[in-house]
């Protein structure tokens, strides 16, 4: 019995290599597609975990949020705002760490209560900026009164408060203090985990 031992001509031949250089081009291209995807979401927006209790009830431990690193370059920052910052005395994560979608691990989340050139005070469990007390219907309990404290804020100040002012190291801790708007990362946008708690975050104006 003669084995007859098929062969593909060299239009076969051709063909299927065509189809393979077509394969690896085609993923190669989704590849970096992707990439670009994944670099841009990031150079745009952060994601950050939510540690502790000091945004309580706006916020809650455990929480996952997206942040907007572009809204300030498209407006100013807003009284009411609640924002992500690098503390004082922590170094802000690279560049490179960012685009990869690093957060920094002692990131702080918090409202801005003061604008550059206000007068902030804080006394007997109330909070007032410019001689006007602020109705602060967001925070989860009156303050208990500690000393009274001022600031009068430069003109790259932001004054930063917890909504749960009596678990929160915020700027009236000397070691924080008022914030640059050079350390703020962003606007917080949306909670995204759990599922239940997703939603878009809306920031109070004051009347």
Do not use: C
């Amino acid at each position: 019995m003669i084995e007859v031992q098929e062969t593909q001509t060299p239009q076969e031949e051709t063909q299927v290599q065509s189809q393979v250089k077509s394969f690896l081009r085609e993923t190669l291209e989704t590849l970096v597609l992707t990439a670009i995807i994944f670099f841009a979401v990031n150079f745009m927006t952060g994601r950050f975990k939510i540690y502790g209790a000091s945004m309580d009830n706006s916020f809650q431990d455990g929480q996952y949020i997206i942040v907007s690193r572009l809204a300030y370059l498209l407006s100013k920052p807003q009284r009411g705002d609640v924002i992500v910052f690098v503390p004082p005395g922590h170094p802000e994560a690279t560049f490179l760490e960012r685009l990869a979608g690093i957060p920094g691990e002692t990131d702080f989340i918090k409202r801005i209560i003061g604008l550059p050139g206000d007068t902030v005070v804080v006394s007997k469990g109330t909070v007032s900026v410019d001689g006007v007390v602020l109705n602060e219907p967001y925070i989860k309990e009156p303050m208990r009164p500690y000393q009274d404290q001022t600031w009068t804020l430069g003109p790259d100040q932001y004054f930063m408060l917890g909504d749960n002012r009596n678990f929160s190291k915020d700027s009236r801790d000397p070691s924080v203090g008022p914030i640059s708007l050079g350390r703020m990362i962003g606007k917080v946008w949306v909670v995204y985990w759990p599922l239940p708690d997703w939603k878009l975050v809306s920031h109070y104006r004051y009347p």
